[in-house]
C-alpha cells in the first residue's frame, strides 16, 4: 500500500539499518565487545524488518502514534545522509573506542527508538502495543546498554 507515509517509513527504516551497520563495524573493530555490538546490529536488522511488515497494518488501521506521523522526513533523511557519511569514513578509518562508543550512544538517544519509547503510549490499541513492543521490547533498550557498556569499559 502506497501512501503519504510510506516515504516517512521508508526513511526510518533506513534509519534503523544504518544504526546496524555501524554497530556491525564496531563488532569488527572492536573485538572486546565483539558479541555486544553484533547482537545490537542483529536487533536494528531486527527493528527493520518489523517497521517492514507492520508498515501496512499500522497505516491501513490508524495505529502509529499521530507525533509520529507528523515528523519531517527530511530529518530523517538528514539522519540518514550523516549515518552513511560517518559510516563511510569509519571504513576508512575507524575512529578510537570512546569517541565510536560515544556516537553510539548518541544515535540512540537520537533515534526513532528513543522516539517509540516516549510516544508508545498515545495509542492505546493492542495490535499497535504489541508491534511497539517487539519493537522496543523491555530488553532492548539500547542507550541504557550501550551506557552500561562505556561505563564498564575501559579505554586506552
Known amino acids: 500500500m502506497e501512501n503519504q507515509y510510506t516515504p516517512l517509513f521508508n526513511e526510518a527504516i533506513r534509519v534503523e539499518r ?4 555501524f554497530y556491525a563495524l564496531c563488532a569488527t573493530y572492536f573485538k572486546d565487545d565483539k558479541l555486544f555490538w553484533q547482537m545490537l546490529s542483529e536487533e536494528e536488522e531486527h527493528h527493520a524488518k518489523i517497521l517492514e511488515s507492520g508498515l501496512e497494518l499500522l497505516l491501513e488501521q490508524d495505529l502509529f502514534p499521530d507525533a509520529i506521523l507528523d515528523m519531517d522526513i527530511k530529518e530523517l533523511k538528514e539522519t540518514n545522509d550523516k549515518l552513511e557519511t560517518k559510516i563511510a ?19 540512540e538517544q537520537a ?4 522516539f517509540f519509547q516516549q510516544t508508545v503510549s498515545d495509542k492505546a490499541d493492542e495490535k499497535a502495543i504489541k508491534v511497539f513492543d517487539n519493537l522496543v521490547g523491555f530488553d532492548k533498550d539500547h542507550a541504557k546498554r550501550i551506557e552500561d557498556l562505556i561505563d564498564t569499559t575501559k579505554f586506552d
Not at 18 to 21: A, K
Not at 111 to 114: A, C, R, T
Request: with cysteine; glycine share 8%.
Open 89 to 107: 569514513e569509519c571504513k576508512g578509518k575507524m575512529p578510537d573506542k570512546k569517541e565510536a562508543y560515544s556516537y553510539a550512544l548518541e544515535l
Open 111 to 114: 533515534s526513532l527508538e528513543f
Open 18 to 21: 544504518n544504526i546496524g551497520s
